[in-house]
């Protein structure tokens, strides 16, 4: 009897253990954001001179709400990262267009848009899944295109 219940008794607490790190670990990624990051250039051809695949439906339904004076919207470059909470991500997605991303905790972002080395902007703004965070990216026709997968 003595050995059974030292057997149940280890398998309780290997159990409880296990639980416990896993519910750690769910914590711990609780607060991590996985993003994408798209640079957008916009123009009213018709089809991109480059190459460039045109931006999903949704991406450009959202466009076109805003008072930009492009008909079409091309993907020059797309990034997908992860950010820790608290953490900072620094993403370049040109030679002239790099993005610093820094996790605030609650779904809350700071976007900053560097151009040419210069910081040419930063927005704080909630971004849970299925938001859309959209800048200016420092050239005339650029933009971009910040999303919560």
Not at 97 to 124: A, F, M, P, W
Not at 130 to 147: C, E, P, R
Request: glycine residues 8%.
């Amino acid at each position: 009897m003595k050995k059974i219940l030292s057997s149940t008794t280890k398998f309780i607490c290997a159990a409880a253990i296990v639980l416990s790190f896993a519910c750690l670990t769910a914590r711990a990624a609780e607060g991590d954001l996985k993003l994408e990051a798209q640079l957008v250039l916009g123009t009213n051809d018709e089809k991109s001179k480059d190459g460039f695949k045109p931006v999903t439906k949704d991406i450009e339904k959202k466009l076109k709400r805003l008072p930009l004076k492009w008909n079409h919207y091309y993907i020059e470059t797309g990034k997908k990262f992860n950010i820790a909470a608290d953490g900072t991500k620094k993403v370049t997605l040109s030679k002239s267009c790099q993005i610093s991303v820094k996790n605030l905790g609650g779904s809350k972002v700071e976007l900053t848009l560097v151009s040419q080395d210069k910081t040419v902007g930063r927005i704080t703004q909630s971004l849970r899944k299925g938001q859309t965070l959209i800048a200016g990216a420092g050239a005339d026709n650029s933009i971009v295109v910040l999303y919560q997968q």
